[in-house]
């Protein structure tokens, strides 16, 4: 099929889906029925941008052997052996690295203007569901946030609520999870929901009170789950993403992903030395990603424990590299230190050290371990002190 495309293509002729089926047809890569029903299925996938993209992107191939030798990786076991998945990864890393600067015309600033000007309906925005700080922290379409916590800080409390918000928001949402297994996540966003202690369920302990909670709030919520879809890969590269990306988009049409978290995914380019270079290359996979594709991103980052300052900042994210320049939005968040050790509750400080399409902000959350909650603690910062304010 995609040897069809591209006789069709660079012949000069209007690639249409008749044309398709008689060119494999004539041609004999297959028979008609099944050329007729390869074209129609594709017909009907939903047109993500990062496809638009692609096809775009092939007017303007310069490395026509490349392309050779492409179309001959696809035929191969391997790549047989990896999947669509694997195969649209390594044809967008192909069109993205190989056709010029843009494959879109170019548009004047009074076009784009009057386009902007034109538009009847809100622009998509997501809001991470606490409270007040739903004022300050927007996360939208093809926006790159990145959020920072040294271990146990509550990265993944947060980044459990936040996922159940957005898709309470009515938006599909991918979660890739390298850090932790889709059955983890889901123990933790049983508790979020149910309010039942987190071990409980992890542990399979719950009482019957506990457990007729658990259900009922999958009976309850048996549609925002449904918006939830998560990949929990033990390894991936930054190579994969775009496959990853384009199963998300044309499958399950999620408009925001998730990745637990930035320095666990890594790089199968053997020019990649260094760690921080590997982190680079994944942050900067990211930022073309939300950019073609218009999905939000929304991913974990930890911090270096090696930063002799107490105030955080972009600095302090680990192997950071790229990662400071590519995001829109930085959120570092900081555990306040408490002389009650046995307390089930923990007060962290949500800092915006970087708001590109934003306002900054420095709010103080609450964190509840047993049941994974996090809300805001009802207190805004004023000059580094907490003041007392309307509570949430």
Excluded at 23 to 43: F, K, P, W
Excluded at 225 to 249: M, R, S, T, W
Aim: proline share 4%; with cysteine; charged share 25%.
């Amino acid at each position: 099929m995609f040897k069809a495309f591209q006789r069709l293509h660079f012949a000069g002729t209007k690639v249409t889906p008749d044309l398709m089926r008689l060119e494999m047809v004539s041609r004999g890569d297959m028979t008609e029925e099944v050329a007729a029903s390869v074209v129609d299925s594709i017909v009907m996938l939903p047109p993500p941008e990062n496809l638009t993209y692609l096809v775009q992107g092939l007017g303007r191939i310069q490395a026509q052997n490349m392309l050779s030798e492409l179309v001959d990786f696809l035929q191969t076991p391997e790549a047989i052996k990896n999947g669509m998945a694997g195969a649209v990864a390594r044809i967008n890393d192909f069109v993205v690295n190989n056709h010029q600067v843009s494959a879109k015309k170019p548009e004047s600033l009074r076009e784009a203007m009057a386009r902007s000007l034109g538009r009847t309906e809100p622009a998509k925005v997501w809001t991470p569901g606490l409270g007040k700080l739903d004022d300050y922290w927007k996360i939208r379409k093809g926006s790159y946030t990145v959020i920072g916590g040294d271990s146990g800080s509550g990265k993944t409390a947060l980044l459990v609520n936040m996922v159940l918000s957005i898709a309470r928001q009515g938006s599909h949402v991918g979660v890739i999870s390298i850090e932790m297994s889709t059955d983890e996540l889901t123990y933790r966003a049983a508790a979020v929901e149910a309010g039942v202690l987190h071990s409980h369920i992890e542990d399979n302990e719950m009482g019957d009170v506990e457990r007729q909670m658990v259900e009922a709030t999958l009976l309850n919520n048996s549609e925002l789950y449904e918006k939830i879809h998560v990949i929990d890969p033990a390894f991936i590269g930054a190579e994969e993403l775009p496959g990853v990306y384009n199963e998300l988009v044309t499958q399950y049409n999620c408009e925001v992903v998730f990745i637990d978290y930035i320095q666990r995914i890594k790089s199968r380019d053997k020019t990649v030395k260094s760690k921080m270079d590997e982190v680079s290359h994944a942050s900067e996979t990211i930022t073309a990603l939300t950019k073609a594709t218009g999905v939000a991103t929304v991913a974990l980052s930890v911090l270096a424990r090696d930063q002799g300052s107490s105030k955080k900042g972009l600095d302090h994210l680990k192997h950071s590299g790229q990662i400071g320049h590519d995001a829109h939005t930085v959120v570092i968040i900081t555990p306040q230190p408490t002389d009650d050790i046995y307390s089930d509750e923990k007060q962290i400080v949500c800092e915006a050290v970087k708001n590109r399409k934003g306002r900054f902000f420095c709010e103080p959350l609450t964190l509840h371990g047993p049941t994974q909650r996090i809300y805001h603690s009802g207190y805004k910062m004023v000059r580094g002190e907490a003041k007392e304010d309307t509570p949430f």
